[in-house]
């Protein structure tokens, strides 16, 4: 097996193979190049420090890299069906530790489904340590209509407290472009993915600091039920364990069956 930058492909040819190399995963990834694009953008995904992997000259995986500041995050990392059961994740993945360790990175981060027994094992078994576990929340709030003022992603960022997973983090909100986009209902604001789709994805939802607490945000959950009636709300497992349940689940929100755990692995200096 042998690895090459992720730069050298298309972006046409990375959307394929990032949708083949989770073929039968706990989630369906689309072939779809502009979903892809946005991915990279936003979680500021590193094409020339990822790699394909390809045996005999056929790509049969990848992993991508994302970069921020001293801190390297795996934003995925798959092998295609054929290629599986051969213990190549490993090998794809050691040379990337190391290469973060010689630029002076100061950790790698993943998130990596709890029910994933196998992957999970792997990154233990390369050095990674569970940081904290990741869940999600999804419900149908009772609609409230109310005036709903469209804003910049930014404007919920901005409200966003630190050391938050990377899919959540203020730098990655910020950049969100269309067809993400962000309303205001006082001092609440909230970021959705694409608002033709089924379900209405909660990017992310903040209150400004003075008025948590006193129910903005729940107000704000239930004008987008009324702006968006029939669709149910849900926020991906990208949120730590705790910080929003009272939240969500006093707003008559539940789990989805699926959780993350968040691993990091240290370099010493």
């Known amino acids: 097996m042998e690895l090459t930058p992720a730069s050298d492909f298309s972006p046409r040819a990375l ?4 949708a083949r190399s989770f073929e039968g995963y706990f989630v369906t990834i689309p072939d779809a190049p502009v979903l892809f694009d946005a991915r990279v953008r936003t979680e500021h995904i590193s094409l020339a420090d990822s790699r394909i992997a390809r045996v005999d000259g056929e790509p049969v995986g990848l992993v991508l890299m994302a970069r921020r500041g001293r801190v390297s995050r795996v934003a995925g990392m798959g092998i295609v069906p054929s290629h599986r059961n051969r213990k ?3 090998s794809m993945l050691l040379p990337l530790l190391e290469e973060a360790r010689a630029r002076g990175d100061t950790r790698m981060v993943l998130e990596v489904i709890e029910q994933n027994a196998p992957a999970v094992k792997l990154y233990v ?8 576990r990741l869940v999600g929340f999804v419900g149908t709030p009772s609609p409230e209509p109310a005036a709903l003022e469209e804003v910049e992603p930014l404007a919920c960022a901005r409200l966003l407290p630190d ?3 990377w ?7 910020a950049g969100l472009a269309l067809p993400a986009r962000a309303f205001r209902l ?7 993915g694409d608002v033709s789709a089924p379900t209405l994805a909660l990017r992310a939802i903040a209150v400004e600091p003075e008025a948590r607490g006193k129910g903005f945000g729940r107000r704000l959950l239930r004008a987008l039920a009324a702006a968006w009636p029939g669709k149910p709300i849900a926020a991906g497992a990208i949120v730590p364990e705790g910080l929003c349940d009272r939240f969500f689940l006093g707003a008559g929100f539940s789990h989805p069956t699926l959780s993350q755990l968040e691993l990091v692995h240290r370099f010493t200096p």
Request: net charge positive; glycine share 10%.
């Open 15 to 18: 959307s394929t193979l990032f």
């Open 167 to 173: 899919q959540m983090a203020p730098s990655t909100v």
């Open 186 to 192: 006082g001092p609440a604001v909230a970021v959705l």
């Open 88 to 90: 190549l994740g490993a």
């Open 163 to 165: 050391n938050l997973p």
């Open 125 to 132: 078994r390369l050095g990674f340590q569970r940081e904290r």
